[in-house]
């Protein structure tokens, strides 16, 4: 069973990881993983932040509503992860791994 943070089961219920996939690939066209934290660059407070990509790789933009909504779904799913440090959710296979830092950065 997948892991977000390499411990116990990050969401025992595969339905509504299934169900979330579905949601925000209907939300978002052509969205192929999402990157979620409490970490916007652009708030001095805990604050959702969003990069949604294509199969791509490309950045969709968002505007800021969808941003938020997306963000607060994915929240709802994994309550008790540390969102201060970035997760993304690929709709693909309905998983939410912790993602990798970009290099020289101190998030």
Known sequence: ???ADGGSPACP???RQQRL???LADMIPGLATIRV???D???SWPHPYTIAKDAAGETIDLNRTTARIAARW???VWPTLDWNRAH???I???TLTRSVPAAGRGR
């Open 74 to 76: 994915i929240l709802r």
């Open 92 to 94: 693909a296979t309905a």
């Open 1 to 3: 069973m997948h892991t």
């Open 41 to 43: 660059p652009r708030q």
């Open 88 to 90: 993304t959710f690929d």
């Open 13 to 15: 219920d595969t339905a």
């Open 21 to 23: 996939a579905t949601q």
């Open 37 to 39: 934290s409490l970490n």
